[in-house]
């Protein structure tokens, strides 16, 4: 039952480290154009939208390499661990 847990701990931990900076900026992105659209009173969807999807992408870009070395881990000692797990059985 520890594996379990602390597979648990480690998935939960990736999952911050994996959406928590996209959803930092995203959060940053938003409050900025709110408060643009609060000054100029101009309230349109789309403007609201398209820089929040072009930061995002931006995002991905520059943090995909990143992420994917994150994922790349846990999934090697998520691995690792199910044989660990095999060979004490």
């Known amino acids: 039952m520890n594996e379990v847990a602390l597979a648990s701990r480690e998935a939960l931990w990736v999952t911050l480290q994996i959406g928590g900076p996209l959803l930092v900026l995203m959060l ?46 846990y999934a090697g000692s998520l691995f690792q661990a199910v044989v660990d797990v095999g060979l004490k059985g």
């Open 28 to 73: 940053i992105a938003g409050l900025v154009i709110a408060v643009l659209q609060a000054l100029t009173q101009v309230n349109e969807a789309t403007l609201g939208f398209l820089p929040k999807v072009m930061v995002l992408a931006g995002a991905l870009v520059l943090l995909g390499p990143f992420m994917a070395g994150v994922l790349r881990g």
